[in-house]
């Protein structure tokens, strides 16, 4: 099955490191950093860079799953982990998935 097929769950158990490398395997693009699961992401002008922002907020709100976002001009950047968890959960790695669907049909 697919991450982008699974919806988050009510459980917030971190990932181990080992499960987070493999899981990091389907997420081409995204990197660890400071605890979180990260992602940038670049696009032609504003419009387009508030299309994908506004679209990935329908996501965190239906999976109820929301990440920090930095957002500029012509540029995103995600970031997901799960504070009651300190650290990274299956529900970022599905988000993360979820991101990463999302900006190929966008970007």
Known sequence: MKL????????????????????????????LLDGALVRSWH???????????NALAFIAHKENHHPDLSVHFNRVVVRFSTHDANGITLNDVICAAKCSALAGAQA
Do not use: K
């Open 4 to 31: 982008t097929d699974l919806s988050c769950s009510e459980t917030y158990i971190a990932l181990d490191a080992n499960d987070l490398l493999i899981h990091l395997q389907d997420l081409p693009g995204w990197q």
């Open 43 to 53: 696009f032609a002008d504003y419009y387009r860079t508030m299309a994908f922002v």
